[in-house]
């Protein structure tokens, strides 16, 4: 069975640092187009990082600098560290799959909500 | 960036009638790369994760029922909704995987009259 679970998320003060993590069963992560969207509780959903088969990071403006997407293959995770945490970065974050390869995430996580605060 | 613009942002359906969405792309989403054009729909239900309706404009993921359809071409897509169903109430976004960063519509909220 195919699944994808979230991990790591919390409250953390502003300018912290937090990691999430996405373990994967089911296939593995250094095979696949894995990333990570979040979604403002109560706004839309925004892409956040990916990550291609080849290892090829991606990120979107408001994140690059301060997040980095990784994965560990021999424990088929994937990561978000996030640094410099801010107000604005208060989401919950999915971690999504593209295991069909056809232009989009057909595989979810429930999600792992984090609370940037003071 | 890519910006894609949903219309309406609500939507209230009577169950058992149609419903009806846009989504309008600043640019071609086709890929001249290619030639497919990677624009998706998803469906968010309230405490689930976003769900994959459909990929590349109009191919309907596994296990979407056939009541979800897309149509569309360069910069103006539509999904509809034969007859809506209660376990059709959500939020669907559009979202386009042509150009980097990737991006979401702003989302359009379907509900029961």
């Known amino acids: 069975e195919v699944q994808v679970v979230e991990s790591g998320g919390g409250l953390i003060q502003p300018g912290g640092s937090l990691k999430l993590s996405c373990a994967v069963s089911g296939f593995t992560v250094n095979n696949n187009f894995m990333a990570w969207v979040r979604q403002v509780p109560g706004q839309g959903l925004e892409w956040v990082s990916d990550i291609r088969g080849d290892g090829s990071p991606y990120y979107a403006a408001s994140v690059r600098g301060r997040f980095t997407i990784s994965r560990d293959n021999s424990q088929n995770t994937l990561y978000l560290h996030m640094n410099s945490l801010r107000d604005d970065d208060t989401a919950i974050y999915y971690c999504?799959?593209?295991?069909?390869?056809?232009?989009?995430?057909?595989?979810w996580g429930q999600g792992s909500l984090v609370i940037v605060s003071s | 960036d890519i910006v894609l613009t949903q219309t309406p942002l609500s939507s209230p359906v009577t169950l058992g009638q149609p419903a009806s969405i846009s989504c309008r792309s600043s640019?071609?989403?086709?890929?001249?790369?290619?030639?497919?054009?990677?624009l998706s729909w998803l469906q968010k239900r309230p405490g689930q994760p976003p769900r994959l309706l459909l990929y590349r404009i109009s191919n309907r993921f596994s296990g979407v029922p056939d009541r979800f359809s897309g149509s569309g071409a360069g910069t103006d897509f539509t999904l509809k909704i034969s007859r809506l169903e209660p376990e059709d109430v959500g939020v669907y976004y559009c979202?386009?995987?042509?150009?980097?960063?990737?991006?979401f519509g702003q989302g359009t909220k379907v509900e029961i009259k």
């Open positions: 640019q071609s989403l086709l890929n001249g790369d290619d030639g497919n054009t990677y």
């Open positions: 979202m386009q995987f042509t150009q980097y960063p990737w991006t």
């Open positions: 999504a799959a593209s295991l069909l390869a056809v232009g989009g995430y057909d595989c």
